[in-house]
Each structure stands twice: as structure tokens, then as C-alpha cells.
């Protein structure tokens, strides 16, 4: 008796949960909404096949690597370096840019990441943003007007628990007491990828602490820039969470949607890098910089194969 109780209550939150994804035609309302809204300008000519992007000695490495089928890896060890070589990558891509991580906050490091990509996103470039639900920003305005930005920018939540952005404590503990298994599958992958060229892969998300800019907590972490044909294994490997049924676009996500579609939205403020940000980003696009931190330091392998589990922790399958 004991165990049908369980069964039947487990399939009762079953149910609750799946009723609460947005319905196919608050969806289609949505989707209507967003693409007439976004903005579509571009701030560079059409025909420009540089995307306007900022001249990269990092880039030009990661095609070499490819083109001689090269292997190459630079151990990140600081904070500062980490943060300056995501920006410069930013500025230099062409064609897109991938991230992946558990958190992104929107603290000072956080909103200068965002700036970045969306500057990127109006050069031309496609930017996929992709975050785990439970520790990133989840202020539903704020996410309808990174939304709204331009159509090159798009934010997807991994396994958003109710199909909010935002969980208020009660969440949490019905979460945990119903489908405890279903709420902890979290998304920790931390990558960034650009253009099949370089990429970026370790322990950091994006937030003041990970990039030694916290003056309260000191932590410690290393990233992996890898250089060459590994990019697109990563890329890939981007491409199985973002494709996946636990993964929903951010304005699919019932709190978020109920924003959109309530009415006008004010734009993005302008953005002003906080002051203890600029010797870093008076330095990020120097090449003889870049160079010396990030070049000159890469260790060539015989062998470089990038692994990450698959969504929803799947097996991957026989080859």
C-alpha cells in the first residue's frame, strides 16, 4: 500500500509538472511577439566578412592549429586572464559564439560578459547563451529585455524547474519533495566557443568571484583555451544540451512569458564598465599582450579529445 501511495503521488506532481510548460499557443503567441520586436539592425555593412571584429593574433592561432592539424592547449591560471581572453574572443569572432556554464550573475563581470556578447550579436554575429536555471539571474524583465535585444542573441535555461525562471522557496522544497532525481540533473559545463577555432573550457562560470574580482571571497580555479580541430567537438558538445527537450528558450518560460507578453518594455540602459574593469580592458585587444599570455605559452599534444557527459546523463551510444 505503502508503495502505491508513492507511485501515485510521484505521478501526481508528474502531471502538475508537465501542465506547467506554457501552453502551444501562448508559445506561438510568444515566439509572434519576440520576432516582431527584436531588433534586426546591424552596426556593421552586410558584406563585411570580418563582422567588423577586432584583429586577433588568438584566432589566427586556433585556424593555424586546425588547418596543420595541430594540437595545441594554454593553461589559464588567473582570474584577469581568463575574463580578458572571453572578451577578446568576443570582439574577435565572425561567425558565432557558444557559452554554456552553470551560473551567470549579473554583477559587474557578469553585465560586462553580456555587453560584449550582445555588441557581438549587432556586428552579425549568432550568439547562443546557454545557463543552468537554478543560480543564474532569473528577474523575468531583465530576461525579456536581453530577449528583445536582437534577433542574434538568445538565451536558453537548462532543466528550469516549473518552467520559471524564478523559484521562490516553496518551489524548491516541492521540487526536492516530488522529483528530487528530475531537479538535480544540473547542467555544470562550463564552455565557450568561437568559431570553430578556439575554445574555452575548466571551472569558471561568470561572475565577480571566478575572475578574481570579488573582494570578499578569494577563489581559486584554471581554464583550458584549446586551440584547432577540438573547437568543434566542443561545439558539439554544445549542440547536444542546447537541441535538448530539457533545455527551453527563456521566453518559453511561463513568468518570463507572462512579462513579454504584458505589455511595452523599456531598452537595455546603456552599459558603463565599472571602474576597476578598465586597466583590463584597456589591454585586451593588445596583441603583443595577447601573445605573451596566451600564445607563446601553448603546449602542443600529440592527442587532444575533448569529453563531456550527454543531457539528462544519457550513454552515449555503441559506435
Same mark, same amino acid.
Given at each position: ?6 507511485? !501515485? ?7 502538475? !509538472? ?24 546591424? #552596426? ?36 584577469? /586572464? ?52 537554478? +543560480?543564474? $539571474? ?9 530577449? @528583445? ?6 538565451? &536558453? ?8 525562471? %524564478? ?15 528530475? $531537479?538535480?540533473?544540473? @547542467? ?6 568561437? #568559431? /570553430? ?16 574580482? #570579488?573582494?570578499?571571497?578569494? +577563489? ?6 584549446v586551440f584547432g580541430a577540438t573547437a568543434v567537438e566542443m561545439r558539439e558538445s554544445f549542440d547536444w544540451f542546447w537541441e535538448s527537450p530539457k533545455t527551453v528558450p527563456v521566453q518559453h518560460?511561463?513568468?518570463?512569458? %507572462? ?21 583590463? !580592458? ?24 575533448? $569529453?563531456?557527459?550527454?543531457? &539528462? ?7
Amino acid at each position: 500500500m505503502t508503495h502505491l501511495r508513492t507511485a !501515485l503521488l510521484v505521478l501526481a506532481w508528474t502531471l502538475v !509538472l508537465s501542465a506547467c510548460s506554457l501552453a502551444p499557443s501562448k508559445v506561438q503567441e510568444v515566439d509572434t511577439r519576440v520576432a516582431a520586436s527584436q531588433d534586426r539592425s546591424l #552596426d556593421c555593412a552586410a558584406g563585411d566578412a570580418t563582422r567588423c571584429s577586432v584583429p586577433s593574433p588568438v584566432l589566427d592561432f586556433g585556424e593555424a592549429a586546425a588547418r596543420d592539424g595541430r594540437q595545441l592547449l594554454t593553461l589559464i591560471e588567473y582570474g584577469e /586572464d581568463a575574463l580578458a581572453l572571453r572578451v577578446h574572443l568576443i570582439r574577435a569572432a565572425r561567425e558565432y559564439i557558444d557559452v554554456q556554464n552553470f551560473i551567470l550573475r549579473n554583477d559587474e563581470t557578469g553585465e560586462l560578459f553580456l555587453n560584449e556578447l550582445l555588441n557581438a550579436a549587432r556586428r552579425g554575429v549568432r550568439v547562443r547563451l546557454l545557463l543552468d536555471q537554478m +543560480f543564474t $539571474f532569473s528577474d523575468a524583465t531583465y530576461l525579456v529585455l536581453l530577449t @528583445m535585444e536582437h534577433a542574434n542573441f538568445e538565451i &536558453r535555461f537548462y532543466n528550469p524547474s516549473f518552467q520559471k525562471a %524564478k523559484m521562490a522557496k516553496h518551489d524548491w522544497i516541492s521540487a526536492v519533495a516530488c522529483c528530487f532525481r528530475r $531537479f538535480n540533473q544540473r @547542467m555544470h559545463n562550463k564552455l565557450m566557443v568561437v #568559431d /570553430d577555432r578556439v575554445g574555452i573550457v575548466g571551472g569558471r562560470n561568470i561572475a565577480d568571484r571566478y575572475f578574481d574580482y #570579488d573582494t570578499n571571497y578569494e +577563489f581559486k580555479d584554471r581554464d583550458v583555451a584549446v586551440f584547432g580541430a577540438t573547437a568543434v567537438e566542443m561545439r558539439e558538445s554544445f549542440d547536444w544540451f542546447w537541441e535538448s527537450p530539457k533545455t527551453v528558450p527563456v521566453q518559453h518560460l511561463r513568468d518570463v512569458a %507572462k512579462e513579454l507578453l504584458n505589455g511595452q518594455h523599456e531598452e537595455l540602459p546603456d552599459f558603463e564598465p565599472a571602474s576597476r574593469l578598465l586597466p583590463l !580592458l584597456k589591454r585586451v585587444d593588445d596583441a603583443d599582450d595577447l601573445g605573451a599570455r596566451f600564445i607563446e605559452p601553448a603546449l602542443e599534444v600529440e592527442r587532444l579529445e575533448y $569529453f563531456s557527459d550527454r543531457p &539528462r546523463k544519457e550513454a552515449f551510444p555503441d559506435d
